[in-house]
T-cell receptor
Framework: AQTVTQSQPEMSVQEAETVTLSCTYDTSESDYYLFWYKQPPSRQMILVIR??????QNATENRFSVNFQKAAKSFSLKISDSQLGDAAMYFC????????????FGKGTKLTVNP | DTEVTQTPKHLVMGMTNKKSLKCEQH?????MYWYKQKAKKPPELMFV???????INESVPSRFSPECPNSSLLNLHLHALQPEDSALYLC???????????????????FGNGTRLTVT
């Protein structure tokens, strides 16, 4: 079974600074998808960024980028120019490529952005 | 604005009550999900419906009864709940169903805002 580990329960960053959230996972599969979801106090789970395991190029979405290291099974999220609205719980998630409906979540990292 | 709509936003019910949570999506997604989320924890999968058929039940107690009346709607019927069932209940949908090969564009789950349930 796949597992996802987020080793930082809480992180904080100053507004306009850069922060990196870590995520590692364990799998025997070669094809899969990785995601970062954000859950602000409004409760909705919002997709931040996704990465296909077969792609070597790291995904980027505006101020959000990932450092995907397949051999090390590492998938960290970098937030540049942090904004107050980035404050939220961030969940790393794994999904198999083979049609499994399950999304495996890490335990989450609570990000605080200080003005 | 979320493309997955959940009602009600908040629900308080007694242990002898019967209530239902509702979820609706109009994105043409073939799979719909119920997750339960306790405070400061990740969501835990409860049920998955694919093509309007129950495909996964994660050993959820029978006091939770899912229903998928059509491809756009998903209900969760609640009866004789316990205080420990108090949680945020999230609905989600995704394009693909079981056996479908996930493409990069179909694979994300789209979540609703959730229903905050309190059992007294």
């Amino acid at each position: 079974a796949q597992t996802v580990t987020q080793s930082q329960p809480e992180m904080s960053v100053q507004e306009a600074e850069t922060v990196t959230l870590s995520c590692t996972y364990d799998t025997s599969e070669s094809d899969y998808y990785l995601f970062w979801y954000k859950q602000p106090p409004s409760r909705q789970m919002i997709l931040v960024i996704r990465q296909e395991a077969y792609k070597q190029q790291n995904a980027t979405e505006n101020r959000f980028s990932v450092n995907f290291q397949k051999a090390a099974k590492s998938f960290s999220l970098k937030i540049s120019d942090s904004q107050l609205g980035d404050a939220a719980m961030y969940f790393c998630a794994y999904r198999s490529q083979g049609g499994s409906e399950k999304l495996v979540f890490g335990k989450g990292t609570k990000l605080t952005v200080n003005p | 604005d979320t493309e997955v709509t959940q009602t009600p936003k908040h629900l308080v019910m007694g242990m002898t009550n019967k209530k239902s949570l509702k979820c609706e999506q109009h994105m043409g997604h073939r799979a719909m999900y119920w997750y339960k989320q306790k405070a400061k924890k990740p969501p835990e999968l409860m049920f998955v419906y694919s093509y309007e058929k129950l495909s996964i039940n994660e050993s959820v107690p029978s006091r939770f009864s899912p229903e998928c009346p059509n491809s756009s709607l998903l209900n969760l019927h609640l009866h004789a709940l316990q205080p420990e069932d108090s949680a945020l209940y999230l609905c989600a949908s995704s394009q693909e169903g079981p056996g479908d090969v996930i493409s990069p564009y179909n694979s994300p789950l789209h979540f609703g805002n959730g229903t905050r349930l309190t059992v007294t």
